[in-house]
C-alpha cells in the first residue's frame, strides 16, 4: 500500500484548506484512515480518523474546524480544514490502518501546511 499525501500550502488564519491523501494497493475500503501533524519542534500527533462502520472522530483542538472524509471508490481520504489558526501548521501525513488494532501500517510523505497569523 502506497500514500501520496498531497494539497498543503500557505494560509493567512481564519482561510480553509483540503488535504488530499491518494491510497494504491491492498483494499483500501476496509482500513481504519487517520490524519496525523507534526509541528515544528513537536512530536507527531493524532488528528483524525476515519473508522469504517464506526464514524469519525478528532482531536479536541481540531473540533467543529476539520472535517475527514473518503471517497472509496476513488481510494482517497479528505482532510477539510476551516478556521485555520497559526497552531495548526505542521506537516500532516496521512496513514492507514490494516487491522484498526490501533497501529497504522502505512504512512504518506507528509503534506507542509503553513498558517501565517
Known amino acids: 500500500v502506497q500514500l501520496q499525501a498531497f494539497g498543503g500550502g500557505l494560509v493567512q488564519a481564519g482561510g480553509s484548506l483540503r488535504l488530499s491523501c491518494a491510497a494504491s494497493?491492498?483494499?483500501?475500503?476496509?482500513?481504519?484512515m487517520a490524519w496525523f501533524r507534526q509541528a515544528p519542534g513537536k512530536e507527531r500527533a493524532f488528528v483524525a480518523v476515519h473508522r469504517v462502520y464506526v464514524g469519525t472522530y478528532y482531536t479536541d483542538s481540531v473540533k467543529g474546524r476539520f472535517t475527514i472524509s473518503r471517497d472509496n471508490a476513488k481510494n482517497m481520504v479528505y482532510l477539510q480544514m476551516n478556521n485555520l489558526k497559526p497552531e495548526d501548521t505542521a506537516v500532516y501525513y496521512c496513514?492507514?490502518?490494516?487491522?484498526?488494532?490501533?497501529?497504522?501500517?502505512?504512512w504518506g510523505q507528509g503534506t507542509l501546511v503553513t498558517v501565517s497569523s
Open positions: 496513514a492507514a490502518s490494516v487491522y484498526n488494532n490501533g497501529d497504522y501500517d502505512y
Open positions: 494497493g491492498g483494499t483500501f475500503s476496509n482500513y481504519v
